[in-house]
């Protein structure tokens, strides 16, 4: 199935500096909608300025965003980075903050949801963290694992994420 509509939502890592270059090739893939969700810890790391100035993403902040309103349109969701402690909330259901609220109802709704973790070698092995990556896939996310370049694991390559979410952009499926 395509979508027209892609949240890009992420959590206060260091490796969400690199959100903007991943909204840009969410734009890139054709959906109408690519909107980007921070977690508030987010903010620590990189502003909604950063996010907002990129062209055709817009950012919502507040569950009275027209973007979403009355509901978040139905949509690919790509939780990038995703940190220890997001993916843990996700993997118990809790929805606290409007970023894992959309990213709890997706898994609801059965629509994609991808997520990748953003987590240090420690925090990778955490037991809580290993139930939480096993957990996940049970209920339809597909998880695209960290890679480890040999300083460590750091946010799979903006490459791998765009990979995962094409096979539901409109521009993989011409003519429809």
């Not at 959309?102 to 092995?125: C, F, W, Y």
């Not at 996940?136 to 979410?165: F, I, K, N, S, Y």
Request: proline share 11%.
């Amino acid at each position: 199935m395509i979508y027209d509509t892609v949240y890009l939502i992420l959590s206060g890592t260091t490796t969400a500096a690199r959100c903007p270059e991943i909204l840009a090739g969410l734009v890139g893939l054709g959906f109408e909608r690519v909107i980007a969700i921070p977690t508030p810890n987010a903010s620590r790391t990189i502003s909604s300025r950063e996010l907002a100035d990129v062209p055709g993403a817009q950012v919502v902040e507040s569950y009275f965003d027209l973007a979403i309103r009355p509901r978040p349109p139905l949509g690919v969701v790509l939780f990038a980075p995703c940190s220890f402690n997001s993916l843990n909330k996700l993997a118990a259901g809790i929805a606290d903050t409007l970023a894992l609220s959309v990213a709890a109802e997706a898994i609801g709704r059965h629509t994609p949801v991808i997520v990748a973790p953003s987590l240090n070698q420690p925090l990778l092995d955490h037991p809580i963290a290993q139930a939480s990556l096993r957990t996940l896939p049970t209920w339809g996310v597909t998880v695209v694992p960290p890679q480890d370049d040999g300083q460590g694991p750091r946010l799979a390559a903006t490459e791998r994420l765009l990979a995962a979410v094409a096979p539901f952009s409109p521009r993989s499926h011409p003519g429809c």
